[in-house]
């Protein structure tokens, strides 16, 4: 850092103060009123420095016009690896650091950058996943991507486990996704982002809000058909027991 003190002042104190009054440095002026020091900024970012000289009895002394200095940084290598909510890569994505796109077709961007604070997005299938400011200092970077897994379990109205049940994802009454159930009655829809969702299967469903809920049980209502099948059962049990009610109390002949 430099200062010039006009007119030129021998022998006058010149401290270098930071705009939130740290004092960066410290140097004496020489005959030709140069005043010179070296600081140790430490992190990159912009600084408003001011060179203050003291006051003499025969001088009195202004400081200088603020000077901003950009400190850049040394430039690092950064790998940038894109997982969702299960640590699963995200191929095909696409990384955005300071405005710059990076393709990522394998799940990972690779850069070279200064060191410093950036702001980093990260695209889906056009869609952002990711948004939020880091520090980039080189090596690995994991970002984990705004992607969740929807576990549904599909129950008859007994409570038994249902396999081969279709369900489906549904976004107010657009359908984004269908799968069926496992033997063990479960159905997963993968790499769902945030939002409200309705999850379906025939006549159950449920209001879900991803990430919050992400395991979620269906229970399917008893089939239409059956109030009748039991009315018709309870019927021919009560006509099966007036009938032997009536043979028993019929006198035998001998």
């Given at each position: 850092?430099k ?11 010149v401290?270098?103060?930071?705009l939130?009054?740290a004092?960066?440095?410290e ?6 009123g140069?005043?010179?020091t070296?600081?140790?900024l ?18 009195e002394?202004s400081a200088?016009e ?14 940038i690896?894109?997982?969702d909510s299960e640590?699963r890569?995200?191929y095909?994505?696409i990384?955005?650091?300071?405005g710059?796109?990076?393709?990522a ?15 980093v997005k990260?695209?889906?299938?056009g ?5 939020g ?11 984990r ?8 379990r599909v ?19 657009t ?5 069926r159930?496992?033997e ?7 790499r ?6 309705t999850?379906?299967?025939?006549a159950?469903s449920?209001l879900i809000?991803?990430?919050?809920d992400r ?27 007036f ?9 035998s002949?001998?």
């Amino acid at each position: 850092l430099k200062a010039v003190l006009s007119p030129p002042v021998p022998a006058v104190k010149v401290s270098f103060v930071e705009l939130g009054g740290a004092v960066l440095g410290e140097a004496i002026s020489r005959p030709n009123g140069t005043a010179i020091t070296t600081a140790s900024l430490g992190r990159p970012g912009e600084y408003v420095v001011r060179a203050v000289p003291e006051a003499t009895s025969v001088f009195e002394a202004s400081a200088s016009e603020p000077l901003r200095i950009r400190v850049l940084g040394e430039r690092v290598y950064v790998r940038i690896i894109v997982v969702d909510s299960e640590g699963r890569r995200l191929y095909d994505s696409i990384v955005d650091v300071g405005g710059a796109r990076l393709r990522a077709p394998m799940g990972i961007a690779e850069t070279v950058v200064r060191t410093g604070d950036y702001d980093v997005k990260v695209y889906w299938h056009g869609l952002q996943v990711f948004s939020g400011r880091l520090r980039l200092e080189g090596g690995n970077v994991t970002i984990r991507a705004e992607l969740y897994d929807v576990k549904v379990r599909v129950l008859d109205f007994t409570g038994g486990i249902v396999a081969g049940e279709y369900v489906e994802l549904l976004n107010g009454s657009t359908v984004l996704a269908g799968t069926r159930t496992d033997e063990a009655g479960r159905a997963v829809f993968y790499r769902v982002p945030p939002g409200e969702y309705t999850v379906k299967c025939g006549a159950a469903s449920a209001l879900i809000t991803v990430p919050e809920d992400r395991e979620v049980e269906l229970k399917l209502p008893p089939p239409m058909w059956l109030p009748a099948v039991i009315v018709a059962a309870v019927a021919v049990i009560t006509a099966l027991i007036f009938i032997r009610l009536r043979l028993r109390g019929r006198p035998s002949k001998r």
